[in-house]
């Protein structure tokens, strides 16, 4: 990817306004003190980073700031764009104006729609964002840039300015979560631009020169799905779902290609291959492949499917295309015929007959146009063939990725929020993220310390019921545990 960083080189604004070195001398410039003062109170503190940030890197001026940056807050994620026309780059900035990169949390979840909005996805706008596309001149005159300009954007990069460690924020479990949501958006720019667009995205400080990348895609990850019989629903809200019979090798080739990231909303990252149902799956498979028992036709009858959450679904001339695809349940499927695979593939029963595992389907359901927590409800809600305790469907809650960043930035111990993580990693991987190789924190054993702590002894023999009721749960793993001190935390744990 070419080189997407900020730099002195010369901006070109949509109005065609002249940059700071081609301005007239006698023309009058809004000083810093102007621009400041012509923001509302809840905005000056962004405003006045977003001054100091651009004018050491950009080398722009109060007056040229002020062109390009929201006034007000908008519901879009944007406080303020540039467009380098040197490196054909669309700059999209957040500012936050705290040592905390939590503060980028809400920000980055407005970006993820206003990424839909701006590269003309499918949006269904609320009353907020409706009023601000037409009554705010920050948002019409991006989008009127981008209509016009599209096709000279070759990169867009993202970039959050804060006041704290950009590296240390990089490691952040919940910031790569979100920044994953806004990464899927990238097929939106590829379409909209006409081209292959690259995006990157990365945390900044106005104190340093140290950067802490978040993400950068090369390429969409788009895949062809053999889906028998397609069926489509659609709800009231506008999410749409494709059921049909799904051919389970199409499953393991994209998973061959995105590894991890095919489970990042899974629930649980893979159950050992060694659980009773994986060892099923597999015996399955041996029937239909090695003995050649079982007809492959029948492995549908057994399995209760899978469902995946993808950012479009389009069908061309028979071929179904899924954009950014997530396994939502069924890893356990996938993972047990990746085993299966590797075991017997230099047997030469599995070589005969590898070509009966192209007729094994399973149910499929293919769930886009749904917002992440759509998707964290029907990640819940699906039904699972191991059976699956209530704390693991907790396990994407963004408290519980603000818990593993915590344990780990502070105490550098690894806190299994996904079930049979922790066991997955590799030493090399525990050291790279600065996790000790002993023993994690388990959610389960946190929620009973919490409990003790509360004196709510009784519920620590109903720790199921503090899992599946919202309200007990919320009191169990309480927001201002964040902020209280990580080893105390892990004394009383222990």
């Keep these: 990817m070419a080189d997407t960083s900020p730099s002195g080189a010369a901006i070109e604004w949509a109005n065609n306004d002249r940059s700071t070195a081609a301005k007239s001398g006698a023309e009058t410039e809004l000083s810093r003190e102007e621009f400041l003062d012509s923001l509302a109170p809840a905005r000056k503190k962004e405003g006045s980073l977003a001054l100091t940030y651009l004018e050491r890197v950009f080398l722009l001026s109060a007056d040229d700031v002020a062109k390009h940056f929201s006034m007000v807050r908008n519901p879009f994620g944007v406080d303020l764009w540039l467009f380098e026309s040197e490196k054909r780059t669309l700059h999209l900035f957040q500012f936050c104006p705290t040592t905390d990169s939590l503060g980028f949390k809400a920000p980055l979840r407005d970006l993820a729609r206003g ?12 009353a907020d964002e409706e009023k601000a596309a037409v009554d705010e001149p920050f948002v019409a005159k991006l989008r009127d840039f981008l209509f016009q300009n599209r096709f000279l954007v070759a990169q867009v990069s993202v970039n959050l300015v ?5 590296r240390e924020a990089a490691k952040s479990e919940l910031m790569a979560f979100l920044a994953e949501e806004i990464e899927a958006k990238k097929y939106l720019l590829d379409e909209f631009c006409g081209q292959s667009v690259g995006l990157s995205m990365a945390i900044r400080s106005s104190n340093t020169e140290e950067v802490g990348l978040l993400a950068q895609a090369r390429k969409t990850h788009r895949y062809n799905l ?23 090798m199409d499953l393991l080739a994209v998973y061959e290609k995105m590894g991890q990231r095919f489970f990042s909303r899974n629930i649980r990252s893979g159950l050992s291959v060694e659980k009773p149902t994986n060892r099923s799956i597999q ?22 499917g899978v469902s995946l959450g993808v950012e479009d679904f389009e069908t061309k001339k028979g071929s179904h295309l899924v954009t950014e695809p ?30 009966l595992l192209d007729r094994v389907r399973v149910l499929g359901k293919v769930i886009s146009q749904a917002s992440s927590d759509f998707i ?7 039904n699972r063939q191991n059976p699956v305790e209530p704390w693991n469907l907790r396990a994407n809650d963004e408290l519980q990725l603000e818990l593993q960043d915590k344990f780990l930035r502070d105490l550098g111990i690894y806190y299994e929020r996904q079930e049979g993580a922790f066991a997955q990693l590799t030493t090399d991987e525990l ?14 054993r946190l929620a009973q310390t919490f409990l003790a702590v509360q004196g709510e002894v009784d519920r620590i023999a109903r720790l ?16 201002a545990y964040i902020k209280k001190s990580s080893k105390k935390i892990l004394l009383c744990y222990k």
């Design 226 to 248: 053999d889906l028998s019989r397609p069926q489509v629903t659609e709800s009231p809200t506008g999410e749409k779902l494709v059921t049909g019979a799904l051919r389970l």
């Design 431 to 444: 050291h790279e993220l600065g996790a000790a190789s002993g023993r994690p924190v388990e959610m389960r």
């Design 283 to 304: 015996r399955s498979l041996e029937d239909i492949v090695i003995h050649e028992k079982v007809p492959p036709e029948n492995f549908i009858f057994h399995h209760n």
């Design 115 to 126: 990424m839909e909005f701006f590269f003309g996805g499918e949006v269904t706008l609320t």
């Design 162 to 166: 804060f006041l704290g460690d950009p």
């Design 326 to 355: 997530k396994l939502l349940n069924g890893a356990q499927t996938v993972t047990s015929l990746a085993a299966f695979v590797r075991k017997w593939q230099d047997d030469e029963r599995f070589k005969d007959n590898s070509h």
């Design 376 to 382: 964290s409800q029907v990640t819940i809600s699906n």
């Design 464 to 479: 199921k019921l503090v899992f599946e009721a919202d309200s007990v749960y919320k009191d169990t793993f309480r927001e």
